[in-house]
């Protein structure tokens, strides 16, 4: 069984909180402060690991919680912030939120994208200190870390893809072109799952793979066809395995444009790659047949396919003639990146929520207000407002992001409710603070 899907939970770590704390030394009778800073929660970081085959160690852990940061202590000693958990995925895993506003394409072995980063550790109070306020009594609190389930989904990195018909002879052609031994079976429908092979060439080798056979209607799902499809699309070069002698006398010309229909249907590229039409079972036919089939073909595809090949996997013949057209047709460098901002990522994160220090005030009923904005969210989850002097602080910060200014041209007047961040509370600007 390929597990080529599987859903995660990660979780970064939460900042640690600022410490609140004050020197004190025999000499020295009221010392300043000396609160230290919270340490960093850690991200939680996916990295691309070659010897990994497929996604099967997330059906046993979905869960992925990175270490909180470490909380700030006196004498000005800061809180750890502890390296990211690392999960590893194989080559081809695409990483998708259940949003759809982050993507990830992990291909390169070391390659890591950051999936979930830790919240920022709290300031210690010694960092609040000013010549009018110098002894605060509140620290900042440790940001959360982000938290999001995450879709993965394995595409496997072939070169060649291997379609047709079931029955058609594609597994028994990859068994012929390479060490890989898939199920051969006198039925459809025998390979159930992607297989890949490798065949060696002189100086280099080429990855195919052998996908479960496509009937009309696999794109819209039909079969097994649709499910497999993605893992074709990365490759470079597609082989239409053709049936010269199907057992239950189907027209060929039909069976092609199913296949080709179905490939067209899925879309994402499969129709734009270059083709090679490999004719199977040739020793079931005469020879002149063949040869008359394959100039048939030449004729009605033109410069459509780069090649027409007569093969049989029975007898080996044509299969040389077919490692060799594979060789030369498949670039040999690696194609270039997409393009777009959310496959840039290379080893660094790229993704970054929505982060600007925007704000949004709104009546919600008579004498009440909501104020709404990532900063302001911060801001209030940083704070302790219960504490007097940090709610002090918060409002100072308010006046100078603009918000208090905001509310007035709302309609707000001292005294009235303000919902922030999820709390709500009577804010009194008016009042005088540190
Ligand atoms: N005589 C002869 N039989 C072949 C040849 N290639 C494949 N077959 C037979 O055709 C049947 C189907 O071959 P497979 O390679 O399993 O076909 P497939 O396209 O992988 O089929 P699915 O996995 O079901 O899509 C098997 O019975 C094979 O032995 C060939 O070159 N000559
Ligand atoms: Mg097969």
Redesign the pocket.
């Known amino acids: 069984m390929l597990y080529d899907r599987a859903k995660i939970f990660v979780q970064a770590g939460a900042g640690g909180d600022g410490a609140v704390s004050f020197r004190r030394e025999a000499h020295v009778p009221r010392g300043g402060p000396d609160g230290g800073d919270g340490g960093r929660g850690a991200d939680v970081v996916l990295v691309c690991d070659p010897s990994l085959r497929d996604l099967q160690q997330f059906k046993r852990k979905a869960r992925y919680k990175a270490r909180r940061g470490g909380h700030g202590e006196g004498s000005n000693r800061h809180g750890a912030s502890p390296d990211p958990l690392l999960v590893r995925v194989p080559p081809g895993t695409v990483v998708e939120d259940v949003e759809g506003t982050l993507r990830f394409d992990l291909t390169e072995p070391g390659q890591r994208a950051v999936v979930a980063r830790g919240g920022a550790g709290g300031h210690g109070n010694k960092r609040f200190a000013t010549s009018t306020r110098q002894a605060p009594r509140f620290a900042e609190r440790g940001l959360p870390g982000e938290e999001r389930w995450l879709e993965l989904r394995l595409k496997l990195l072939a070169d060649v893809g291997?379609v047709?018909?079931?029955?058609?002879?594609?597994?028994?052609?990859?068994?012929?072109l390479t060490r890989a031994h898939?199920?051969?079976?006198?039925?459809?429908?025998?390979?159930?799952e992607p297989v890949l092979g490798t065949l060696e060439g002189e100086d280099r080798q080429i990855v195919v793979a052998?996908?479960?056979?496509?009937i009309e209607g696999a794109g819209e799902g039909a079969g097994l066809g649709l499910e497999f499809l993605a893992h074709v699309e990365r490759t470079r070069l597609l082989v239409h395995?053709l049936?010269l002698?199907p057992l239950d006398g189907s027209d060929p010309v039909e069976s092609f444009r199913t296949v080709e229909a179905e490939l067209a249907g899925y879309g994402h590229g499969l129709a734009a790659l270059p083709r090679i039409l490999a004719l199977?079972?040739?020793?079931?036919v005469p020879p002149e047949r063949a040869r008359a089939a394959a100039g048939e073909w030449r004729e009605r595809l033109g410069e459509d396919v780069l090649a027409v090949v007569v093969?049989?996997?029975?007898?080996s013949?044509g299969i040389d003639e077919l490692a060799a057209a594979l060789l030369r047709h498949v670039p040999s460098e690696q194609p270039a990146p997409e393009e777009g901002p959310e496959l840039a990522l290379a080893e660094h994160r790229v993704y970054r929520p929505g982060d600007d220090g925007g704000f949004r005030v709104e009546r919600v009923g008579e004498g009440r207000f909501r104020v709404s904005g990532p900063r302001v969210d911060r801001l209030i989850a940083r704070h302790d407002i219960a504490n007097e002097e940090a709610m002090r602080y918060v409002e100072g910060r308010l006046r100078a992001m603009g918000v208090v200014r905001a509310l007035e041209a709302a309609g707000f007047e001292p005294g009235d409710d303000v919902e922030l961040g999820g709390v709500v509370f009577e804010l009194d600007p008016g009042a005088p603070f540190a």
């Open positions: 291997l047709g018909l079931p029955n058609a002879g594609k597994s028994s052609l990859l068994a012929r898939p199920k051969v079976a006198s039925y459809p429908f025998t390979t159930l052998d996908i479960p056979g496509l395995v049936d002698a199977s079972k040739a020793d079931l093969t049989s996997s029975a007898t013949h």
